[in-house]
């Protein structure tokens, strides 16, 4: 798909009321991440021509959110124990729904990316993760991108609860392991890029691409 056009079948199908919660670059995000990733050897070499895909299904990632009941997505407060727990449910949700969330993915090469993006995003290598508690190389490395990307984005990304946080506490959260553990080789193959994701975060959504 061209870029930006999934994005645009999200807009179209998030539901009246809801808000997306990763701008238009993510998935650009995503692409630059998995190209170096590759450029480096750390994504696996035949996964080259199907990073498009991949990146197209990255911005699928929460999906899962737009069937949650509304008073979770967009509750500005801090969630309680339970509202977590209800919460966690959206990755498993969103690899069971998403072709029905967007019938355009029905028949297209996508759909297993997007289903085990929805499902594994949140799974962290120290197996404290969810919704499977899975570890280490039990978790693909290009969902493990995604998830760092996610998290990245995440924070430096006003919220209805917080601000955006600046660069480098975002850096500092990250490998803090606040927001979950990640492979610190990962992590730190991504550093130089961070710079470039800064002006990317910043670009307007009509920008040329």
Request: proline share 6%; hydrophobic share 40%.
């Amino acid at each position: 798909m061209e870029k930006s056009h999934m994005h645009n079948i999200l807009v179209k199908r998030c539901p009246k009321g809801r808000k997306l919660t990763h701008g238009i670059h993510f998935r650009d995000f995503v692409q630059i991440m998995l190209c170096h990733a590759w450029s480096i050897g750390i994504l696996e070499p035949d996964l080259w021509s199907d990073i498009p895909d991949i990146a197209d299904a990255a911005v699928l990632h929460d999906i899962g959110k737009t069937v949650m009941p509304p008073r979770l997505v967009n509750k500005e407060d801090k969630l309680t124990d339970s509202e977590i727990e209800e919460m966690q449910e959206h990755t498993v949700l969103g690899a069971l729904c998403v072709e029905l969330i967007i019938p355009e993915l029905r028949g297209e090469d996508i759909t297993g990316y997007a289903q085990t993006i929805c499902f594994c995003h949140h799974e962290r290598i120290n197996g404290r993760g969810y919704p499977m508690g899975l570890c280490g190389g039990e978790i693909p490395t290009y969902v493990q991108i995604v998830s760092l990307a996610d998290v990245y984005d995440a924070l430096r990304s006003d919220r209805s609860y917080r601000k955006a946080i600046d660069l480098e506490e975002a850096v500092k959260m990250i490998e803090e392991e606040e927001c979950g553990a990640f492979d610190p080789d990962l992590f730190d193959a991504f550093a130089p890029l961070l710079e470039e994701f800064r002006m990317l975060s910043m670009k307007p959504v009509d920008a040329p691409q």
